[in-house]
């Protein structure tokens, strides 16, 4: 059933009205940073936190309590979605309707016609479905989407920063290569003169698709674990820009902002250089290959590379910053680092860190990197290429030279993704804990395929990372339940803390402002940007709850390190010189990792429940987390509707009525299935 032939009922409508805007519960503990969700089902809210019930804790003794229950640390690191995307109409969550449309930025922007009159467009649920004029249904498979400008230049365009703080009013007409000059007239964003003809249909209809939204109906499994456990409402990628930045943010805290200050020769502008104008220089800004395993390579053992991918001959600057890697090799790191073939290259800029590393005296942290198509997959097809799933400018660790290039390193800790499923069978994860990264890729290896019977759609979109353009968002959505199903079904869960977080928003509307703290080094806005999903899930977690702490990539590194007792980056000797040379040199305080010294960026402590951890409460049962695990999997994701199974109505419904429908010739396809769905004449 879906949620519109739901809310036609009449008891359903008189459930919506009471479930609508109930009081919110703040929390004692941290007030405004957590919020408890209404109400959706009975079931869910026998586990809901109690926060009147939260025992008094200092953050030592949280941490201490965490050392103790916590062993294995997840990170379920998927592709390309904004807050809004998935979550802007999450009951209890910082959404498109928490606020009036002119107090949320961006709500309204402008869109010029394909007439080249000027038009708006707001926010909008993409339907299942649409009605044709004669009468007809037509469905459109919001599943599948097109992908949207990401670029760094593209999303700080659409962001519209004004002193330094973003108006997130540019999105739509930035898709159709346009922007607004400074005297109010708009230009093409690339001559920066009036454009020369109208925006086609595509322009236009990809104007719209950047800001639309799904929900429950879309997204059933992602509203379920929130629903269920926490929910960042306030959690934002690193780097303003693409993929490749923000999956070095994830490990590093930043895409080569201390190497830029290290050697500024290096910086992103010095395209009088062939190096940089090849490699695209630091930081990173783009997706370029990695260097290892590049063309450029001279590493005796390099690894994998998929040329379908990235061009072997232009790959980015080797990264010699520190990172979680590095800091994970602990008091062992000599030893380890002791067999990179290329010391010169990789281990000259962080020698003080070794150094630091090694004085600390942690025993080594377990570690792997789990990504699809690194190496054989189970579901490889005989006549593609080996790594032919590999999306290799995904792999944050392959950019760094001491770990990809050192082959005992790799060897060690960079698999594919049947891999990790195989070492939780076997329990083979180790008995000392760890953190353990999962990413999807351009294929799946459940088999599937996306509902839409078009074959080029399905051919299109069978990738499990949730990146548009690829990615089918319940195949996507399916790894994660694959992946948590095993983690809940073994020795691990009792101990486990799971964290599913994206890279970057795709370039889609999110409203949320954000103020930048660092500059690229052309003065664009860098660090921090738009909000993107993210939730935790532990048997010591917070349950059906909303977490509003500002956090970023670099929040995780912050829980990992006080997990593992780790020395911050941002405190390791030769990160704090580059923090130096960023503010002597470049002018700017904020040059480097993010997960300590730096205001607003959150712990995740906030997603842990008091409770819970003294024992005060009991920890939330594995079955809790689990979805559907006796089941192979199948699509459509609750084929009577998720909205309905899960018992939530979104908040752009009131009283039965959609508050926000799609326009009248939105396409979620436009160059793959182009038209206008509702013409009657269409192919989904």
Known sequence: MTLKHWLKSSCAVLTAVGLLQPPMVRAQEAPGDVTMQPKSSDFVQQYATDMNRQPSLTTAE????????????????????????????????????????SDTPGFVQALVDTDGSLTTISPFLIPQTVNTASGGTVPIYPADTAS????????????????????????????????????????????????????????????????????????????????????FDNFHMTVTGPSTPNALALIAGQSGLTQWALHPEQAST???SPVIASSGGQPVLGDPGPFPGSNLDQSPVKPPWNPDDENPNTPALNQTYASLPLSFMGRDIEATVSTDPNPVLDLLDIQHDIQRIAADGNPPTNWGWFQEGYDAEPTDSPA???HSSYVLH????QYFGYIADNAPVASTHLHGLADF???????????????????GGYDNNDGLLPVDPN??????????????????????????????????????WSESAII???????GMYDHVPVTSRVNDPAGLPLEPSSRIPTLVISPYGKSHAVISQSSEHSSVIKFIDNLFNLTPLARLPDEKRGFALGQSELGQRYVGPADADTPGVGDMLAAFDNARLTGDAPPLPASFAEIAPNSPPSLPHYPGGGCYTLNIIPTDYVNGKLLDPAPADFNPRPSLTPGIPSAGDWTP
Request: proline fraction near 6%; aromatic fraction near 12%.
């Open 421 to 439: 499923f195989t070492a939780v069978q076997n329990q083979q994860l180790g008995d000392e804990g760890g953190v353990f990264y999962v990413r």
């Open 384 to 386: 593609e290429p080996l």
């Open 62 to 101: 949280k941490i201490a309590l965490l050392r103790q229950k916590v062993k294995y640390v997840f990170v379920l690191f998927q592709e390309n979605r904004s807050f809004d995307f998935y979550f802007g109409t999450f009951p209890g969550a910082h959404g498109l309707f928490t606020q009036s449309a």
């Open 270 to 272: 010095n395209t009088a």
């Open 148 to 231: 949207v400008d990401h670029s760094h230049t593209g999303v700080v365009n659409k962001q519209h920063f004004v002193n330094s703080v973003s108006q997130n009013d540019r999105f739509a007409l930035d898709e159709e290569g346009l922007t607004i000059a400074a005297d109010g007239t708009i230009v093409s964003r690339t001559t920066g003169a009036p454009p020369s003809a109208p925006p086609t249909l595509m322009k236009k209809q990809m104007g719209e698709l950047v800001m639309a939204h799904v929900d429950c109906d879309t997204a059933p499994y992602l509203w379920q674990y929130a629903d269920r456990f926490a929910l």
């Open 500 to 506: 599913i977080t994206y890279d970057e928003t795709d």
């Open 455 to 492: 074959p080029a759609v399905q051919a299109a979109f069978p990738g499990s990372d949730d990146h548009p353009g690829y990615s089918d968002v319940q195949i996507s959505e399916q790894l994660l339940a694959d992946t948590i199903n095993a983690i809940a079904q073994s020795p691990y």
């Open 394 to 397: 995904h792999n944050g660790p």
